[in-house]
């Protein structure tokens, strides 16, 4: 792992010099108030610390049930994280100690018949987070029948510092526009916007702001917290800024994953669910090309 906090403090350090070049100095600092710790993980390799993995078994306790969508099938494990080895540089409010667990209904038991998305509320039974507390009795658990386990990847973590989308309801928010006039701001303009560092591959991601696929992800799990509303809804924007992305795990060649067409799962959290550990209230979404 890189050293988490320098880097992270010298990101945020460019990105803020980068704002006060370029930017109204009020409107400068109210777009560096808004900027986001996260963690980008990588396939790991031999000498490098392993901060979780994709596919393989999970480890779970013996009283903790595999999860099932109730009427389709058992979900699929996607990945874990090791709280405690993302610790020394996690985004806000991340677990201290202890794994998260994600699975998915992936089409592996009804050849793809059924699919989870934002546009049905009622399929988020086919998305799951599990938080297994430290020192918990585990042990590996294989899948059920019927469903093939994606292979065992290591993954380690980097130190990365996120800006919001032109789009992103926080934007909207805080400079007083609509997600579609705030394209007309000066933190939308492509002066500005192309001044920034690339912000790299989609990849896999802990905390800070998701990277879409498409459009902003928040506004997808709004759509769910508030039932299946229209796009139009007015409520829509506020509820879409009351959520964070917990992780998101991008298609992997090596872990034999794709989502649909070059895809990615994306896992979003309300932060006062975050700091109850209710992993439970985590909403699901994804995307592809």
Known sequence: MDDLAEVREATRESLADLARSHLPADVADTWISLLRAGLRLTHAEDGDRVVGHLGGDPRLPPDVAWPVWEDRGPLTFVA??????????????????????????????DGGEETVGHWDPETQAGARV????????????????????????????????????????????????????????PVSARS?????????????RVGGYAAPVQGDVEYEVAQVALG??????????????RWALLAQFDSDDRANMMWGDAGTLYWLIRPEDLAARRFDKALFTWQCC
């Open 80 to 109: 874990a994280l090791d709280c405690s080895a993302l610790e020394p540089a996690d985004p806000d409010g991340l677990p201290a100690d202890g794994v998260l667990s994600f699975f998915y209904f992936d089409g592996q038991i």
């Open 130 to 185: 599990l938080h297994v507390p430290a020192g918990a009795e585990t042990s590996p658990r294989q899948a059920p029948e019927g469903i093939e386990p994606y292979p065992y990847v290591p993954l380690r973590a980097h130190a990365v510092v996120t800006v919001p989308t032109p789009t992103h309801p926080v934007l909207a928010e805080a400079f007083g526009g609509e997600p579609e006039t705030i394209e007309d701001h």
């Open 192 to 204: 500005f916007r192309r001044r920034l560092p690339p912000s790299g591959d989609i990849g896999h």
């Open 228 to 241: 299946g509303v229209d796009w139009r809804d007015p409520r829509l924007r506020e509820e879409a800024g």
